[in-house]
């Protein structure tokens, strides 16, 4: 049984920042985890990829955060980070971590963020 626990989310201006964490647990090795995700979902929207890492480091970001979003990962806590910096009111969601190990998905239950103008 794998559980992801979510942190980070909350209230904050446009222009600043946060940093969301989620961590995975219960019957697993770090070396088990592959992709690492991050996804948002907007009241009306669909869910969209926001940021991935790969097991050897690669990342992906939707063209909406580059430069703006930082995703990283800490094999040794088993733990994927993304920091948010210039955030807007348009990032305002819910964020979803999503793991792969040995092929399986496995979804957090999500934090909020919200931006305000």
């Known amino acids: 049984q794998v559980q992801l626990v979510e942190s980070g989310g909350g209230l904050v201006q446009a222009g600043g920042s946060l940093r969301l964490s989620c961590a995975a647990s219960?019957?697993?090795?770090?070396?088990?985890?592959?992709?690492m995700r991050w996804y948002r979902q907007a009241p009306g929207k669909q869910r969209e990829l926001v940021a991935g890492v790969t097991s050897g480091g690669s990342t992906n970001y939707a063209d909406s955060v580059k430069g703006r979003f930082t995703i990283s990962r800490d094999n040794a806590k088993n733990t994927v980070y993304l920091q948010m910096n210039s955030l807007k009111p348009e990032d305002t969601a819910v964020y979803y971590c999503?793991?792969?190990?040995?092929?399986?998905?496995?979804w957090g239950q999500g934090t909020q963020v919200t931006v305000s103008s």
């Open positions: 999503r793991v792969t190990i040995y092929g399986k998905l496995y």
């Open positions: 219960g019957s697993i090795f770090s070396l088990s985890i592959d992709a």
